[in-house]
């Protein structure tokens, strides 16, 4: 192109297009060539990479939700729909939630039926998620309230195949005007029901919890081998104590509300059929199995 000015003027178009056509062929050449050259380096380490459809996959194990977090989501799922509340508080408790405000005096002999683990002389790992009640009461101001509390709770006790240091528990508190003992009764039946069955029904006895006046132990039915009924105590629950919706900032002559706690391993271990609390802590990866795609 650089000899382009040495041509008579009357040339220098034929020459100019006679090399722009030789600069495209050589371009359109070499372009070619390399498209050939990727492919073959392509096939070359598709080769080399070759993948064997006959070897056997990798197999991925399928997880499971720990049983008693099943029954804690179940229950969450059918309260949520009835227009609760999910609470949630500290486990390390201070002793005026944990007792105080739950109508067990420094001095009440009840405290005895909880042997508890004190850090200090004011402060214990909750012995019941009442105390999540307590704080809400008292957040709420004196306003309606329905709520279910689930969480760890411990104990002083052996552990057996019955009992455990450790457990979870579920309460439900609703303070609200004209509450009766019907409104308690149809959610403990609601409750019986969608965890074990339309079939079943309860079984309301008198018993005595100092936060509760009255209150009762709740059996529910269930079938014996021989076709007969029979019952099994599962919960406790009774009407809120006049002095513990007072102390919750609530007055007893316009308010009144219920409240009833369940073990969470006594829901699991009647509804799963397990012989031993033990089970459900010991991170036995044979036991945890047999829950994988169980239907809350």
């Known amino acids: 192109m650089s000899e382009l000015r040495n041509l008579p003027q ?10 722009n056509d030789l600069k495209n062929k050589i371009e359109e050449k070499l372009f070619n060539k390399k498209t050939v050259l990727e ?34 989501e179940d229950v969450e799922d059918l309260f949520i729909g009835l227009g609760y509340e999910i609470a949630e508080g500290p486990e390390l408790e201070n002793d005026h939630y944990n007792f105080e405000m739950m109508n067990l ?30 704080r809400m009461m008292l957040e709420k101001k004196g306003q309606p309230l329905s709520i279910i509390c689930p969480g760890k709770v411990y104990r002083r006790d052996d552990d057996d195949p019955t009992h455990s240091h ?19 009764k149809g959610a403990l039946l609601t409750m019986v029901r969608h965890l074990f069955g339309a079939e079943r029904t309860i079984r309301l006895r008198p018993s005595y919890f100092p936060f509760t006046e009255p209150s009762v132990e709740v059996d529910v039915s269930y079938k014996k081998k021989d076709g007969t009924t029979g019952w099994i105590e599962i919960l406790g629950a009774g009407r809120v104590h006049p002095n513990v919706l007072s102390m919750g900032g ?16 006594r829901i699991a271990i009647l509804k799963y059929h397990i012989d031993d609390i033990r089970h459900f802590y010991t991170n036995d990866i044979r036991f945890l199995n047999q829950f994988k795609g169980v239907n809350k």
């Open 166 to 184: 450790q457990f979870m528990q579920i309460e439900g508190l609703v303070i609200d005007k004209d509450i009766t003992f019907a409104h308690l």
């Open 39 to 72: 492919d073959l380096a392509l096939t070359k380490l598709l080769e080399q990479e070759k993948i064997d459809v006959t070897l056997p996959g990798y197999q991925f194990y399928q997880g499971s939700i720990h049983p008693l977090n099943q029954v804690i």
């Open 250 to 265: 609530y007055d007893p002559e316009v308010y009144q509300g219920f409240a009833f706690g369940v073990g969470v391993e």
């Open 105 to 134: 005096a420094k001095d009440h002999p009840a405290r005895a039926m909880q042997d508890s683990f004190y850090t200090d002389e004011n402060t214990l790992l909750r012995t019941h998620t009442s105390p999540v009640q307590a």
């Open 10 to 19: 009357e040339e220098r178009p034929a020459f100019g297009q006679a090399v």
